[in-house]
Nanobody
Framework: QAQLVESGGGLVQAGGSLGLSCAVSGRTFERTGMGWFRQAPGRERNFVASITWIVGSTVYADSVKGRFTISRDSAKNTVYLQMNALNPEDTAVYCC???????????WGQGTQVTVSS
């Protein structure tokens, strides 16, 4: 059974940086890919970024383009999210997710809190 465990969240001042990690065990997503989502208090969960595992093609939400970078390490079966130039609107619980072969987001981590103070 797949398990996705995020780490690296915390409190940071506006303009600062944080790096998130998502370690995967129990399976790999090498045939598909992985991504990050976030959910702010009282809001729906939103897509942040995704990456295909073999080629490394990336997609970003407009709100994070140029500030966030998603990457993966096949040897460690881990996906990362480097977040720069953070602002209070980035405050949310960040979850990693894996894509099933049929193309849906079928695997989810528990999430890690990111708080950006002004």
């Amino acid at each position: 059974q797949a398990q996705l465990v995020e780490s690296g969240g915390g409190l940071v001042q506006a303009g600062g940086s944080l790096g998130l990690s998502c370690a995967v065990s129990g399976r790999t997503f090498e045939r598909t890919g992985m991504g990050w989502f976030r959910q702010a208090p009282g809001r729906e969960r939103n897509f942040v970024a995704s990456i295909t595992w073999i080629v490394g093609s990336t997609v970003y939400a407009d709100s994070v383009k140029g500030r966030f970078t998603i990457s993966r390490d096949s040897a460690k079966n881990t996906v990362y999210l480097q977040m720069n130039a953070l602002n209070p609107e980035d405050t949310a619980v960040y979850c990693c997710a894996g894509i099933e072969v049929r193309g849906t987001w079928g695997y989810w981590g528990q999430g890690t809190q990111v708080t950006v103070s002004s």
